[in-house]
């Protein structure tokens, strides 16, 4: 994986270790129930809500025609200025929903990614803003919204393979995560926040912990 440097925002951290979030692979889904049929397609919502305090709030829509799924987001209050990862997450063996604070194993009073996989799953999905949207860009901090004055307006057309793992997200086993936040309110990403991330102890953990989560339904 190319490594990418984060804005200075994050201090010139090198992304060096980005297979640990985006080398999570989709699994296949066996889901018999039909989806909700909508007159030109399938429609899906979200409602996002704040993780580890972030404050943070919004919505998601997404509108399933074919193999191709448009993606609108509004998010308010996220940390200002700074880079959000964002990804479209599924998972077979997952619960398919948000985490909660029964996911915080080390008991430190914060949800970090890995915690929050049994929930949320693996990464499908990566919802940059331009090029690839493949788990491989699942830290492509220079492809994903800077959020100015903490909001997000977020508007991309993303594409599937069909089968199961498409049929899944249309029966609303997609779960949306943002990721970024300012632990500390020092308007940057650093290391007195929280500590390392677990996914890479040379990245500050306030980069990848999740700030919203919400299901399609």
Do not use: W
Request: some cysteine; charged content about 20%.
């Amino acid at each position: 994986m190319q490594h990418r440097k984060l804005y200075a925002a994050l201090g010139g951290v090198v992304l060096a270790g980005t297979t640990a979030v985006a080398g999570f692979q989709a699994s296949s889904a066996t889901e018999s129930e039909k989806p909700a049929a909508a007159p030109g397609g399938v429609h899906l919502k979200a409602d996002l809500d704040s993780l580890n305090d972030s404050g943070a709030d919004g919505h998601v829509h997404a509108e399933i025609k074919g193999r191709k799924a448009h993606v609108r987001i509004n998010a308010h209050g996220l940390a200002k200025n700074l880079p959000h990862a964002q990804h479209l997450h599924f998972g077979k063996e997952a619960r398919n929903e948000c985490p909660s604070v029964f996911d915080d194993a080390n008991n430190d009073h914060r949800l970090n990614v890995a915690e929050g996989v049994p929930a949320y799953g693996p990464i499908l999905k990566s919802l940059t803003t331009k090029g690839d949207t493949s788990p491989k860009s699942g830290l492509a901090v220079d492809r994903f919204p800077t959020t100015p004055k903490g909001v997000e307006k977020y508007s991309r057309t993303i594409n599937f393979a069909p089968g199961a793992v498409l049929k899944a997200i249309k029966n609303g086993k997609g779960v949306v995560v943002i990721h970024g936040v300012d632990h500390n309110g020092n308007g940057k990403y650093d290391f007195d926040g929280a500590g390392a991330s677990e996914l890479d102890p040379s990245l500050p953990a306030e980069a990848t912990d999740p700030a919203l989560c919400g299901v399609l339904r």
